[in-house]
């Protein structure tokens, strides 16, 4: 979600204007662009993005799983071709010709389950040479064993553990974030009433750990954080239940036209809605033998 930085464009005035454009906003791909302005969302101090670029630069073959449009990917990957072929003079170029200099992998791929954003996936990083293959989230990945040094996620919906253990080859990496427990419930119990603590505590970084390392891998680093979020006006919290689906299963702007009227109401009155989101870094590796993503 963006983080805006200056004063905020005109948006519709009137509660149904602001409704009826959150309701029209394609939701395909995990571009947050159009919050520009509407929203705003602090982001993990780790810079996702920027470390996978540094992993995929010393991975041979590579998986994202659940890669939503491609977006994260592509900017890794543009960044690593930007290095590698960076004119000669520059620090980057400086960098391609050390030892173990970083370059793209040999092979690519990519998992998404939901059909529009396979499509935009595969618009997007098909220039790239990269694969996407449509693979319900629940399914096992369908690939041989030991068949990536690397794979990573942004995100995923639920990992599986074992499925990502037995691609993994023998030293073969796990990096990816994850979302925490407890994100965005301000805005999750303003719609739904208090959630119970076993809803609460799901996706603990813990009990993530605890089921990463029961599966086979080992987890060499894990961070989580807290960060705030902001919401402008009532469109943009219909656009981001619409998007992000599993915040308030079943959403439409019919079954929660009152609650969503309370929530301008207090907009308008109070400024913007705040809420907090949980990320959380794993970094595992799958015991044997050293490769060139560890």
Do not use: C
Not at 82 to 100: K, W
Not at 226 to 233: C, G, I, K, N, S
């Amino acid at each position: 979600m963006a983080v805006h930085q200056g004063p905020h464009p005109p948006h519709p005035a009137t509660f149904e204007e602001l409704l009826a454009e959150g309701a029209s906003v394609p939701t395909e791909g995990w571009d947050f662009s159009w919050f520009e302005g509407r929203a705003t969302e602090a982001r993990p101090s780790w810079g996702y993005a920027v470390s996978m670029a540094e992993r995929l630069g010393r991975a041979r073959a590579v998986l994202d799983v659940q890669t939503g449009g491609g977006e994260v990917l592509d900017f890794a990957l543009a960044r690593v071709t930007d290095t590698a072929e960076a004119p000669a003079g520059t620090d980057a170029a400086a960098r391609t010709t050390a030892p173990n200099a970083p370059e793209p992998p040999r092979l690519t791929i990519a998992t998404e389950g939901w059909p529009p954003n396979v499509a935009k996936a595969t618009d997007l990083l098909h220039p790239r040479g990269v694969a996407v293959v449509a693979a319900a989230e629940d399914d096992p990945l369908p690939f041989a064993d030991g068949a990536f040094d690397l794979v990573v996620s942004r995100h995923p919906v639920r990992p599986h553990w074992h499925e990502i253990v037995r691609v993994l080859q023998p030293g073969g990496t796990y990096f990816a974030q994850h979302v925490g427990p407890g994100s965005v419930f301000e805005l999750v119990e303003y719609f739904l009433g208090p959630q119970p603590d076993d809803v609460r505590s799901a996706r603990h970084p813990d009990r993530e750990r605890a089921d990463a390392e029961a599966a086979g891998l080992d987890v060499v680093g894990l961070r989580a954080e807290r960060l705030r979020m902001e919401f402008h006006d009532i469109g943009a919290v219909v656009h981001f239940l619409r998007k992000v689906v599993w915040m308030v299963p079943g959403f439409t702007v019919e079954a929660y036209e009152p609650r969503l009227r309370e929530l301008h109401e207090l907009i308008q009155a109070e400024g913007p809605f705040v809420a907090h989101s949980t990320r959380h870094l794993v970094d595992a590796r799958k015991p044997g033998g050293r490769t060139p993503s560890a």
